[in-house]
């Protein structure tokens, strides 16, 4: 670009320059031809001939037209090369256009590819609320107390999937209020299908956080625990806090080298029969949405998973 300013710069001088050559050129043979008639009071058609001529044959003239000659080879290049890298501007242009254009075509198709998969996962979501409420009727039917805490759960669940669908991770309808983190984990735990073989060892900390998802956090982290080990063996869940934060450490007998506990973390990465490695993602990706961090680690024949949470001011003096 500064380039071609340049280009175009120098060919309006160097035109100018030829400009000003021709008008002394012509001022020249101008003040000639006046000179060389006042030698003829009443010049004949011959003498006028021969003042022409003397009048262009003057050095003024001559060196004039000269300067003139030799700047118009030159002139003619930097326009032509002005003329040559507007062209290439506009080629450039006009692929950067056409380029936008396509880029504006293949953003439309994924836009369209995303609302068919939202439309997808919402039919899902309904077709399985529908089944879900299919159930609940049995089992009031049945006054099984068991199976409706558990049907009512999944509808909390189906309702806020269908809430959130087609969202971002960051677009989750989330609400922040202060809670009892102590409380919850008990009632995720004693809620738990399989809470006789899960430990829990809590204090009392409070924090700010959304409570259906931290709820959802806490069972992926269960659930993950309970997946790994063997049915007998038990699952510890730890509670403890300071000032500045809270810890939930989800424990199971086992064993992970540092590249599997990562692995851990990667969606649709499992090492589990029937499963498809989305928990512990989704689990991370809560815990970041709450300020927070998920960790594994592995020590003494047991897999832990550190929940670390920040405690507001507001929380602190709860502590």
Same mark, same amino acid.
């Not at 063996?233 to 500045?244: K, L, R």
């Given at each position: ?11 309006? $001088? *160097?035109?100018?320059?030829? #400009?000003?050559? &021709?008008? @002394?050129?012509? !001022?020249? +043979?101008?003040? %000639? /031809? ?16 021969? $003042? *022409?001529?003397?009048?262009? #044959?003057?050095? &003024?003239? @001559?060196?004039? !037209?000269? +300067?003139?000659? %030799? /700047? ?248």
């Amino acid at each position: 670009m500064k380039h071609r300013f340049l280009t175009a710069v120098c060919a309006v $001088i *160097l035109s100018l320059f030829q #400009l000003l050559i &021709l008008l @002394l050129a012509l !001022l020249s +043979l101008c003040h %000639a /031809c006046i000179r060389n008639a006042s030698l003829f009071p009443d010049p004949s058609g011959y003498e006028r001939l021969w $003042i *022409l001529k003397e009048s262009f #044959l003057s050095p &003024l003239v @001559l060196v004039s !037209l000269l +300067l003139f000659l %030799a /700047c118009l080879p030159l002139n003619i290049v930097l326009i032509r090369k002005a003329q040559l890298q507007q062209q290439k501007l506009e080629q450039t242009i006009f692929s950067q256009a056409e380029a936008m254009s396509q880029a504006d075509r293949s953003m439309s198709a994924l836009q369209l590819q995303l609302h068919r998969q939202q439309y997808r996962y919402e039919d899902l979501c309904h077709q399985l609320k529908s089944g879900v409420c299919t159930l609940q009727l049995q089992a009031e039917l049945q006054e099984d107390t068991a199976s409706l805490a558990a049907i009512s759960r999944m509808n909390e669940l189906l309702d806020h999937m269908l809430e959130t669908a087609g969202q971002q991770a960051m677009d989750k309808k989330m609400t922040f209020s202060s809670l009892s983190l102590d409380t919850l984990v008990l009632e995720t735990v004693t809620d738990h299908p399989q809470a006789a073989c899960i430990h829990v060892d809590v204090q009392p900390v409070r924090l700010h956080g959304d409570r259906f998802f931290l709820r959802e956090l806490l069972l992926a982290l269960l659930d993950n625990a309970l997946a790994a080990c063997l049915p007998s063996a038990v699952v510890s869940v730890t509670v403890q806090g300071n000032e500045t934060s809270v810890q939930i450490m989800v424990s199971n007998p086992g064993s992970m080298n540092p590249e599997e506990l990562e692995a851990a973390f990667t969606r649709y990465v499992s090492r589990t029969p029937g499963h498809y490695g989305i928990g512990l993602a989704m689990a991370r990706e809560l815990a970041e949405l709450h300020f927070g961090t998920l960790t594994g680690s592995c020590s003494s024949g047991q897999v832990v998973m550190t929940l670390s949470l920040p405690v507001s001011q507001l929380e602190a003096g709860c502590l």
